[in-house]
């Protein structure tokens, strides 16, 4: 039994490399596209399973006697393993087939929305207890496991779609296509609140979890058909090598290939300087991008006296302008600026900063729509590079997920400290406390970028010597 595990999960052989051109062209032509359409809808889809939960809250809470915080105890749990989480499948899924791992984590992850839902249904509050304990308190961290549980699955979800697009996509292309994917989380959070909207208004709350978890379980069918492990095991070559492109680490191949796994990973990885400063970069990019997410509502209502209506409003241009800004800076990236992924963080992080202060002293109306786009616009810029395109050619695609699942938890570090520095912030020195504090989080961003400057021209320096 375990064998057939194993063998189900393992990385397909190489094929003998086809000889004949116009085959070869056909090929990546064909795969190449239906790999990146493939993974699109895989990454707006997850979010069902993923988003649902938001239009649930405000009835789990009514309907199960749970609190404001008690809520807020359910979500953290997704955040922090989906944080951790991302690194280490990350690691597992450098070395398993794509075609595998993915529609497993759909399948999972449905499971553990089903075990979720069904926790509600029996364990009923008030009505019993456990231990002593008040069924409403078992209910909680019976909820909180389930969810943490899907957080893991779902995090099973991004590294092997970053390993199929690094080995689809060549260098020269990287950004711009990779921009193009980036999108499908914006398409995904507003497809998921839409289609949760409909199921609450016509089929109670519960719906969002059972419905979701259904379509994930099924689309799992659909993601083993359509894809396909890296192109080498089809016959094809490697991608950059057919594109004919000069990509730095990976013209070491035939020494990465005599490397063990766990010694590529260590270089290329947990001993990569550069890795580390993108990784830390990417924090500052998280917390800003999600105290945005979960504050401005609150800040717009309290401190700028906004309606509820007219806040969301606003901040919607904060999704809408961030997709246009992670395929401008991924187009500007590939085309204006030679592929120096590092000099557009740099120029995103001043916009950023200078967006956030305009939007804060700003005292008319209708221009906050123009600064929350801007913000929204900036801030996508260095969320799609550093925590994609940037670790990935930080590496190699030998340990592409691992170097994203690294940079991916340093992310939901930078989320997490959002929530509770945003509020401590605001507790102590009021809104302009929590502005500046965000600002601040953009300038370290900045800041890291330019130590990467520095640390490659000193490295090539030392080369030269």
């Known amino acids: ?213 259904i379509i994930s379980i099924i689309f799992s069918l659909w993601l083993f058909e359509r894809l396909r492990d890296k192109p080498q095991t089809m016959g094809l070559p490697d991608i950059d090598k057919y594109k004919n492109e000069k990509v730095d680490i990976e013209s070491d191949e035939d020494n990465l290939n005599n490397m063990s796994y766990l010694a590529i990973f260590k270089k290329y990885v947990l001993c990569n300087k550069i890795i580390w400063l993108i990784a830390l970069s990417f924090s500052f990019v998280y917390l800003v991008r999600f105290s945005v997410e979960d504050w401005f509502i609150k800040y717009l209502v309290e401190y700028k006296n906004n309606t509820i209506e007219l806040a969301t409003s606003k901040l919607s241009l904060f999704a809408v302008f961030g997709s246009i800004g992670a395929i401008a800076s991924g187009f500007m990236s590939d085309k204006l600026f030679n592929q120096d992924r590092i000099k557009i963080n740099i120029i995103f992080f001043i916009g950023l900063i200078l967006s956030l202060i305009f939007f804060h002293v700003n005292k008319i109306n209708t221009l906050d729509y123009f600064y929350v786009a801007l913000i929204g616009f900036f801030e996508a810029g260095p969320q799609f590079l550093l925590g994609g395109v940037c670790a990935l050619e930080a590496s190699t695609k030998k340990v592409a997920s691992a170097a994203l699942g690294f940079c991916g938890m340093f992310g939901y570090l930078g989320a997490i400290l959002s929530s509770t520095g945003t509020g401590v912030m605001v507790d102590n020195f009021g809104w302009k406390g929590a502005v500046i504090f965000w600002a601040l989080s953009a300038i370290i961003g900045l800041f890291t970028c330019a130590l990467i400057i520095l640390y490659k021209r000193k490295e090539k320096l030392t080369n030269k010597g």
């Open 1 to 213: 039994m375990s064998n057939l595990i194993i063998n189900f999960f393992k990385e397909p052989p190489l094929k003998e490399e086809i000889k004949d051109n116009s085959v070869v062209d056909k090929m990546f032509k064909y795969w190449s596209f239906r790999i990146f359409y493939t993974t699109y809808i895989a990454y707006i889809l997850v979010h069902l399973c993923r988003k649902n939960i938001a239009v649930a809250l405000p009835f789990m809470g009514s309907e199960l006697h749970l609190t404001n915080t008690q809520l807020g105890i359910l979500g953290s749990t997704l955040y922090i393993t989906y944080g951790v989480g991302k690194f280490f499948n990350g690691i597992l899924a450098d070395k398993t087939n794509i075609r595998a791992f993915l529609p497993t984590a759909f399948i999972l992850t449905g499971i553990a929305n089903l075990c979720f839902l069904y926790s509600t249904i029996y364990i009923t509050p008030d009505r019993i207890t456990f231990f002593g304990l008040p069924s409403c308190t078992v209910l909680l961290w019976v909820l909180a496991f389930f969810w943490g549980a899907n957080g893991w699955f779902q995090s099973m979800v991004f590294p092997p779609i970053s390993k199929a697009l690094s080995y689809w996509i060549a260098k020269s292309e990287r950004a711009t296509k990779w921009s193009i994917w980036t999108t499908s989380h914006k398409c995904g959070v507003f497809v998921s609140v839409l289609f949760s909207g409909f199921l609450v208004q016509h089929f109670g709350w519960r719906s969002v979890f059972y419905v979701p978890a």
